[in-house]
């Protein structure tokens, strides 16, 4: 790939990022929007991006919805708030406040409005996964084995070309994709593993080798690897639908299958079994939104769901500025009966812009290496 090739692939990632980056933050925001007009809370601002204002209007309530010229966010200002962070334009001690200012409004309260935007987030998930689910429908290929990798652990193993993985331990698998899932959370785990050969069933054991893949969004993630490959040029198209209350199910197991499997990660970074060099910036999200977007409507909404879950989580990090940060600051005013001095809530904010400016930093970075080794590489 040459540099002229290089500059023009972002450009086909932009409208795709765009639409999956605003889907998100408008679900985001209006979690907070929605809980906080439950509440009472006066809310003057809902903006998507931010920077200057490029258009708006003024709903029947007072609150200024808006376009910013940087769309890579967003923000929600109720009264009472100094900045789009949610500070207190004046220490609580001096209110007397208005009936609709959110930070005269008991600490149950604040702490809903402020969950709702990783809340519903993690409602997008559900509800783009249960829609796949059940309008679309889930292709699949059946659990054929049409090679075995010389040297893998299937071949250690005995498996053979032709075999079907009928279990995976003693879970039974009716895709290999179901197969790929069971296992890539198993590296170095020796598994109980059933194939059907000839119309038998035989069981065996297999430890799946551990292996560095791309993880989607420019870095890369650990996973067990049998050495098995599938052919789906073979297959006929196959999908399978479910009905709402089961795809609702299924939509709520990915959900939560993809924070816990986030949330490993997360704990991976901090005790250095994961490297820094995974962390992916808007240039590596882009990415993922224009390739899954060339794959088919099918393949983008689940990345877009993705994303929304990723997002949801990190608002949690328990992180001044971010929404897990309030949390944190409301939890600690439920504890001690008032809340935190304005120092103390100041140099938490600072700490937690630094923090969040690193990741962003560490982010970019990432991506400026990797698109520096694809030039270097070409």
């Known amino acids: 790939m040459d540099l002229s090739s290089l500059l023009n692939v972002p450009l086909g990632y932009v409208l795709p990022f765009l639409i999956a980056i605003t889907i998100i933050v408008f679900v985001h925001e209006f979690g907070h929007f929605q809980v906080a007009r439950w509440c009472g809370v006066k809310v003057e601002a809902f903006s998507i991006g931010f920077g200057k204002e490029i258009f708006g209007w003024v709903d029947r309530h007072g609150t200024r919805w808006k376009i910013c010229w940087l769309p890579l966010g967003g923000y929600v200002r109720f009264e009472g708030d100094a900045n789009a962070a949610s500070m207190p334009d004046q220490p609580v001690e001096i209110a007397p406040r208005s009936a609709g200012n959110f930070h005269g409004k008991p600490v149950w309260q604040r702490a809903a409005v402020v969950a709702a935007g990783p809340i519903a987030n993690f409602i997008l998930a ?14 699949y290929s059946e659990p054929r084995v049409d090679e075995v990798v010389a040297g893998s652990a299937a071949e250690a193993a005995g498996v053979k070309a032709g075999d079907f993985i009928r279990k995976v331990d003693d879970t039974e698998t009716r895709s290999f994709a179901a197969v790929q899932e069971l296992v890539w959370q198993k590296g170095g785990v020796a598994l109980p593993v059933v194939v059907e050969r000839a119309g038998s069933l035989m069981e065996l054991t297999l430890t799946p080798r551990i292996q560095e893949m791309p993880d989607g969004f420019g870095g890369t993630i650990k996973i067990g690897l049998l050495g098995v490959r599938h052919d789906p040029k073979t297959d006929q198209p196959l999908y399978e639908r479910y009905p709402p209350h089961e795809a609702l199910v299924k939509g709520i197991d990915r959900t939560w299958y993809i924070i816990a499997t986030t949330g490993r990660y997360i704990a991976k970074l901090f005790t250095g079994a994961e490297s820094i060099k995974q962390i992916g910036g ?6 993922g939104a224009g390739d899954t977007a060339s794959s088919g409507g099918l393949a983008f909404i689940s990345f877009v769901a993705l994303l929304s879950v ?4 990190i608002n949690l ?3 001044p500025m971010l929404d897990g940060g309030h949390l944190v600051f409301y939890a600690v005013e439920a504890l001690r009966g008032k809340p935190l001095g304005p120092n103390a809530q100041e140099w938490g904010y600072r700490i937690g812009f ?20 694809v030039v270097l590489g070409s």
Do not use: E, H
Not at 354 to 373: A, E, H, K, Q, Y
């Open 354 to 373: 630094s923090f969040v400016v690193m990741l962003m930093l560490i982010g970019i970075w990432n991506d400026i290496v990797r698109t520096v080794s």
């Open 126 to 139: 559900i509800f783009i996964f249960t829609m796949a689910y059940s309008v679309i429908g889930v292709p």
């Open 282 to 287: 808007p240039i590596a999200m882009a990415k």
């Open 317 to 319: 990090f328990p992180v």
């Open 310 to 313: 990723s997002i949801g989580l």
